[in-house]
């Protein structure tokens, strides 16, 4: 499966964007699908995920109860709803998809990264 990650931009402090993800050429109802994030001068980390079968979420302790992470099924795109955005929340975010558990997901290495798409928190 190939993904596309979009809908980054320039936010102020508390405010909100969403990340789209979409799928092609396969669809995603056998794979979790997490969201990467690294900042500049910094590694790579995990963010969020979705889970296949049942849609279970999981999220950083850093973005619990500020980000949502979603699936549309039709629309074959998993969404990550982010709200009182913070500058620390500034990076370069990623979608992957894997054929495993979220928890695995967490702390798996990856070597193959998609564009991603640039989010920039600032006044």
């Known amino acids: 499966v190939q993904l596309q990650a979009s809908g980054g931009g320039l936010v102020q402090p508390g405010g909100s964007l969403r990340l789209s993800c979409a799928a092609f050429?396969?669809?995603?109802?056998?794979?979790?699908i997490s969201w990467f994030r690294q900042a500049p001068g910094k590694e790579r980390e995990w963010v969020s995920c979705?889970?296949?079968?049942?849609?279970?979420?999981y999220y950083a302790d850093s973005v619990e109860g500020r980000f949502t992470v979603s699936k549309d099924k039709a629309k074959n795109t998993v969404y990550l709803q982010m709200d009182s955005l913070e500058s620390e929340d500034t990076g370069v975010y990623y979608c992957i998809a894997d054929r495993t558990f979220c928890t695995i997901m967490q702390t798996r290495s990856y070597d193959h990264w998609g564009q991603g798409t640039q989010v920039t928190v600032s006044s």
């Open positions: 979705i889970s296949r079968g049942d849609f279970s979420t």
């Open positions: 050429g396969s669809t995603l109802d056998y794979y979790a």
